[in-house]
């Protein structure tokens, strides 16, 4: 069975930090491609931060310069470290392993960023 487990999320103030974590189970972690996914109260969701098999890391725009993925394969891990953080980076914040056709999803954490 496929378990992505996030943990992290909490209320923080504008321009404080937060580290995200997303620990997987059930598959290979090192072969998939990793992706961090929010979504705000009646918005859809979107991708914030992508890594692949190799390394590879890739951010939305809105992000670029404050949030970075990171992996560690030896733990099947992945994280976001999120800097500076605005009001409008509240969201609930999912990770996703791909590989192929083959999708799997956590069950979210909550970012509050809020004075």
């Known amino acids: 069975q496929v378990q992505l487990v996030e943990s992290g999320g909490g209320l923080v103030q504008p321009g404080g930090s937060l580290r995200l974590s997303c620990a997987s189970s059930?598959?290979?972690?090192?072969?998939?491609?990793m992706g961090w996914y929010r979504q705000a109260p009646g918005k859809q969701r979107e991708l914030v931060a992508g890594?692949?098999?190799?390394?590879?890391?890739n951010y939305a725009d809105s992000v670029k310069g404050r949030f970075t993925i990171s992996r560690d394969n030896a733990k099947n891990t992945v994280y976001l470290q999120m800097n500076s953080l605005k009001p409008e980076d509240t969201a609930v914040y999912y990770c996703?392993?791909?590989?192929?056709?083959?999708?799997?999803w956590g069950q979210g954490t909550q970012v509050t960023v809020s004075s």
């Open positions: 059930g598959i290979i972690f090192s072969i998939y491609s």
């Open positions: 890594i692949t098999s190799g390394g590879s890391t």
């Open positions: 996703k392993a791909t590989r192929f056709a083959k999708s799997y």
